[in-house]
C-alpha cells in the first residue's frame, strides 16, 4: 500500500469537486458531520444519566 501526502488527496477532491459540482462533496460533509455530532452527544449525555438502584 502506497503512502499519498494529503495534499494529494486534495487535489483529487478539488478535482472531483469540479467534475461533478460542490453538492455531493458538501452533502458528505454535512452527514458525517451530523453523524459526528450525534455521536459525541450521545457520549456525553449517557454520562449525566441517573441510576436508580
Same mark, same amino acid.
Given at each position: 500500500?502506497?503512502?499519498n501526502p494529503a495534499s494529494a488527496w =486534495?487535489? &483529487?477532491?478539488a478535482g472531483a469537486a469540479e467534475q461533478?459540482?460542490?453538492g455531493n462533496l458538501?452533502?458528505?460533509v454535512l452527514?458525517?458531520? =451530523?453523524? &459526528?455530532c450525534a455521536l459525541t452527544?450521545?457520549?456525553?449525555l449517557r454520562g449525566y444519566r441517573q441510576k436508580d438502584d
Amino acid at each position: 500500500m502506497e503512502h499519498n501526502p494529503a495534499s494529494a488527496w =486534495l487535489t &483529487g477532491a478539488a478535482g472531483a469537486a469540479e467534475q461533478q459540482g460542490s453538492g455531493n462533496l458538501l452533502r458528505i460533509v454535512l452527514v458525517v458531520m =451530523l453523524v &459526528g455530532c450525534a455521536l459525541t452527544a450521545w457520549f456525553l449525555l449517557r454520562g449525566y444519566r441517573q441510576k436508580d438502584d
